[in-house]
């Protein structure tokens, strides 16, 4: 998958959900109840257990269910590697890592750095990173992208962290690609679980409200 691609399919579900469960029963499951409700891009994290071996099973599955699988929390060039030879079909961090950023664009696969002030997007943009997660979005809200659109005009930003359904829409309208969605969708419990038409149910209504 290029950048385009990464971004296109973003601007066009506006949604990117990050999956953090201490168990995933069936990561085939899960991206299908998600894709059923209008979720395609789907974030597993390097805080679930065995999560290469999540994605792996994911991304076998992807003509089935639709979606591009990533890995998230990346903090290591080793971790970064691993799941790019796991499959991700993208790599997200929480941070600034350069490290993280120099094995995606060597494996020429997109790359969303997280980032907080405008210094830290510009790095960010520098590194190669395709999207730019603004994290924690809560903390100063949809009129701080606004601002960031200013300096740096076309830049693709996702936030993240403390994003719902009441709110999502103005993070849109402020110039967000795309937003995160986490627990309110994806409940750890819910996912250890198996309750995929619960999940779907929770995505078709967070995607309703994008519009």
Not at 64 to 84: N, P, W
Not at 97 to 115: D, F, S, Y
Not at 122 to 140: C, E, H, N, T, Y
């Amino acid at each position: 998958m290029t950048d385009e691609e990464f971004i296109a399919r973003l601007a066009a579900d506006r949604s990117l959900v990050v999956v953090r469960a201490p168990v995933i029963p069936d990561a085939a499951q899960l991206c299908q109840a998600l894709a059923d409700g209008g979720i395609r891009s789907i974030e597993l994290t390097f805080t679930t257990p065995d999560v290469l071996r999540h994605l792996s099973a994911a991304v076998a599955a992807a003509d089935g269910h639709g979606a591009v699988v990533g890995v998230g929390t990346i903090l290591t060039a080793d971790q970064a590697r691993a799941a790019v030879d796991a499959g991700a079909q993208f790599l997200v961090t929480p941070g600034l890592r350069p490290a993280v950023a120099k094995v995606a664009v060597e494996a020429g696969i997109p790359l969303c750095l997280g980032a907080m002030t405008p210094t830290e997007v510009a790095q960010a943009m520098d590194l190669g990173s395709a999207v730019v997660k603004i994290f924690p979005a809560r903390q100063l809200g949809p009129a701080y992208l606004k601002d960031l659109q200013g300096p740096y005009p076309g830049v693709q930003l996702l936030p993240s962290g403390g994003i719902s359904a009441a709110n999502a829409l103005d993070y849109l309208n402020a110039g967000a690609v795309a937003v995160c969605c986490g627990t309110s969708v994806v409940p750890p419990a819910a996912v250890a679980e198996g309750k995929w038409s619960d999940i779907t149910a929770r995505a078709t209504a967070f995607t309703g409200a994008l519009n």
